[in-house]
């Protein structure tokens, strides 16, 4: 099985990305053929700043390595170095009724956050992202919920394009992310958690910071620490992080602080993220001291990307007739 997946370089990484899609990814590439994409051409759909971008496309990478990605099982290329992600996108686009772009949900979550920058690149993302996946042949792709419409298009698009031209790509399905991909807010269990302020824990965090965020966050009424999404959806959630850095199970976390308050919850559960991310923070700074070696795997692995992005977009001219 081939599999792509990606994130934007759009500010830190935090807990939600590492555990909900990081450690999937890692799992991932010890029994498939992987492909993950540092997606900067989607990041700049929305406003970013010019002098961040490429120090978040670096840290992105980073991030992955640290992880353990391994540049040796898995291809991580940055996409707008390989500049058939966007030709395969024009030809695609040719295949993509306007109402099926209209209809995309994330596109109108989008135009809400950013009312004044409603772009056509923004509008146009998910042919952009069907060219990501289609561009390796790729048959898994580990997304969020939010991103499942996105690889639904592509399966039509795929179809679409199979049965005009001839069979040229296999028709990806969605790999949803597990429980870690809902990790929501530390001060809004109604929200997802995001990549800015006191509402996350960014995966550099240090150690001091990491407690008065846990100590600050949201809780419930009461003080019983059960989970119950329904009526304590904040203690269920930083049960949840509990769970997954931990491995113990919720249950057993219920019968742990049975009788006991929210403060001695929450600072054990300071410790138990403290230490669950001291390996990839170690790692991470030792790849941070080497770029000499991030600039030779990249370009390792951008050579392996574009023989095969070559081959594919060959293919399709050939199929489509032209030169």
Not at 26 to 33: D, G, N, P, R, W
Not at 75 to 102: F, N
Not at 197 to 214: M, N, V, Y
Request: with cysteine.
């Amino acid at each position: 099985m081939k599999i792509f997946s990606g994130m934007r370089p759009s500010g830190q990484l935090h807990i939600g990305n590492y555990l909900g899609a990081l450690k999937n990814w890692v799992e991932l590439q010890k029994k498939h053929s992987c492909v993950f994409g540092v997606v900067d051409y989607h990041a700049i759909t929305t406003p970013f700043n010019p002098k961040q971008i490429s120090k978040d496309t670096i840290n992105l990478v980073l991030d992955y390595l640290a992880a353990g990605i391994d540049p040796k099982k898995s291809i991580i290329i940055i996409q707008s170095h390989i500049p058939e992600h966007t030709e395969l996108a024009w030809i695609l686009s040719i295949l993509t009724p306007l109402g099926e772009l209209e209809r995309m949900t994330q596109f109108k979550d989008k135009v809400k956050q950013h009312k004044e920058n409603v772009n056509a690149g923004l509008f146009c993302y998910p042919v952009l992202m069907a060219a990501d996946i289609l561009l390796y042949k790729a048959d898994i792709v580990p997304v969020g919920e939010d991103q499942a419409q996105h690889v639904e298009l592509t399966r039509t698009l795929a179809r679409k394009f199979n049965n005009k031209f001839g069979k040229t790509f296999p028709e990806p399905r969605a790999q949803l992310l597990k429980f870690g991909a809902r990790i929501m807010s530390l001060t809004d269990p109604n929200q997802k958690m995001s990549k800015t302020g006191d509402e996350s824990i960014a995966l550099s965090d240090s150690p001091d910071t990491i407690r008065q965020k846990i100590k600050t966050a949201v809780t419930d009424s009461g003080k019983e620490v059960k989970y119950d999404e329904k009526n304590k959806q904040a203690i269920s959630n930083l049960l949840t992080i509990y769970h997954l850095f931990s491995s113990k199970s919720i249950s057993d976390l219920e019968k742990k602080y049975r009788g006991k308050g929210y403060a001695e919850f929450k600072k054990d559960l300071a410790e138990i993220i403290i230490k669950g991310l001291k390996p990839f923070q170690e790692k991470r700074k030792k790849f941070e001291k080497n770029p000499r070696l991030i600039e030779k795997i990249l370009a390792e692995d951008e050579k392996k990307a574009k023989k095969i992005a070559q081959q594919t977009i060959k293919e399709v001219k050939d199929k489509m007739g032209l030169l």
